[in-house]
């Protein structure tokens, strides 16, 4: 069984463009949640899809947005990008019920100059 | 609301001697608590989740957490540590009912000298 997918896993972008992260889940999952990781804040939820519909929504910016495609593919997409949006970006899939285990793809490491 | 704090930021053993990796949580309602590992320039796995079956639960590789509510506690411990363990740890709780929103502790630096 495949694992969950991120693409690009690497990227550079400079300040001011935008940038779009694609999350492929494990089949069957319906749920994909993002998360943001960097040394000084750790590891935040950004937001989470369910069923093509956002569920849950952490506190970041609206230049942060996502969106779920039928087949349960994710992208998330950051416009007008600042340094301090350098992070990994963690996509996590599951069945979407409380208390069930997440799977984490190795993530997105986007680097803004 | 749901919170996790993980107690020690960095913890340094030597090979062969055991792990405790401390955790507290904060939780309005009966939490869901995990333990994930990050090995560097990779993605989290799990070890282990607490769901309320039983108050002791073991994972992968050896690890083990028990759930104490008295105490709000999640410890993560193995008996003997490899070097292989070195990595980050996260304890996590569920942010709430049916979402796949979870709430990170800072996370324990874990060492392991030969």
């Known amino acids: 069984k495949a694992g969950v997918t991120q693409t690009p896993r690497y990227l550079i972008k400079t300040r001011g463009q935008q940038v779009t992260l694609s999350c492929s889940p494990i089949?069957?999952?319906?749920?994909v949640s993002w998360y943001q990781q960097t040394p000084g804040q750790g590891l935040q939820f950004l937001f989470e899809y369910f069923s093509e519909t956002q569920r849950n929504k952490g506190n970041f910016p609206g230049r942060f947005s996502g969106r779920q495609f039928s087949n349960s593919r994710s992208e998330m997409n950051v416009s007008t990008l600042e340094l301090g949006d350098s992070a990994l970006y963690l996509c996590?899939?599951?069945?979407?019920?409380?208390?069930?285990?997440?799977?984490f793809g190795e993530g997105s490491r986007l680097t803004v100059l | 609301a749901q919170s996790v704090t993980q107690l020690d930021s960095h913890v340094s053993v030597s090979e062969g001697t055991p792990v405790l990796l401390r955790c507290n949580y904060s939780?309005?309602?009966?939490?869901?608590l995990f333990w994930y590992v990050q090995h560097p320039n990779k993605g989290l796995q799990l070890l282990l989740k607490?769901?309320?079956?039983?108050?002791l639960v073991k994972g992968i590789n050896g690890f083990e957490a028990e759930f104490k509510k008295s105490e709000t506690s999640f410890h993560l411990t193995k008996p003997s540590a490899h070097m292989s363990d070195a990595a980050e740890y996260f304890c996590v709780v569920h942010g709430s009912s049916n979402t796949g929103k979870l709430i990170f502790g800072q996370g324990t630096t874990l060492q392991v000298k030969p």
């Open positions: 996590a899939s599951s069945l979407g019920g409380y208390g069930g285990e997440l799977f």
């Open positions: 607490y769901t309320s079956a039983a108050t």
């Open positions: 089949s069957g999952h319906r749920s």
């Open positions: 939780s309005s309602y009966s939490p869901s």
